[in-house]
């Protein structure tokens, strides 16, 4: 029942902005870190930007200055800004929502179906 559901993506031209959501519901447990990854064709998924249950955030050196996360509790959505857009940033973007650690694992891990993100002239 737990749901994630990603919107925002599209075709935008270099140096463009877009801004992705990820809202989510029936998660009943606590949440540890919110973050949004990345996958190119040929390429490894990777991290993109993450915010802890604190408020904590950290972003990829690639999107560092360009990228920004946020999260929107009472409307249970976290948020992806990008601006300055580029061609390599073309790829699947994905939502994932995880738990706390247990013993270095983490109880729950759940991820979005995707939203394509193609930036090109």
């Known amino acids: 029942q737990v749901r994630l559901a990603e919107s925002g993506g599209g075709l935008v031209q270099p140096g463009g902005s877009l801004r992705l959501s990820c809202a989510f519901s029936?998660?009943?447990?606590?949440?540890?870190?919110m973050g949004w990854y990345r996958q190119a064709p040929g390429k490894q998924r990777e991290l993109v930007a993450s915010?802890?249950?604190?408020?904590?955030?950290n972003h990829a050196d690639s999107v560092k200055g360009r990228f920004s996360i946020s999260r929107d509790n009472a409307e249970n959505t976290v948020y992806l800004q990008m601006n300055s857009l580029k061609p390599e940033d073309t790829a699947v973007y994905y939502c994932?929502?995880?738990?706390?650690?247990?013993?270095?694992?983490?109880?729950?891990?759940?991820w979005g179906q995707g939203t394509q993100v193609t930036v090109s002239s």
């Open positions: 994932n929502i995880r738990g706390p650690l247990w013993d270095g694992t983490p109880l729950y891990d759940y």
């Open positions: 029936g998660i009943r447990y606590s949440i540890d870190t």
């Open positions: 915010i802890t249950s604190g408020g904590n955030t």
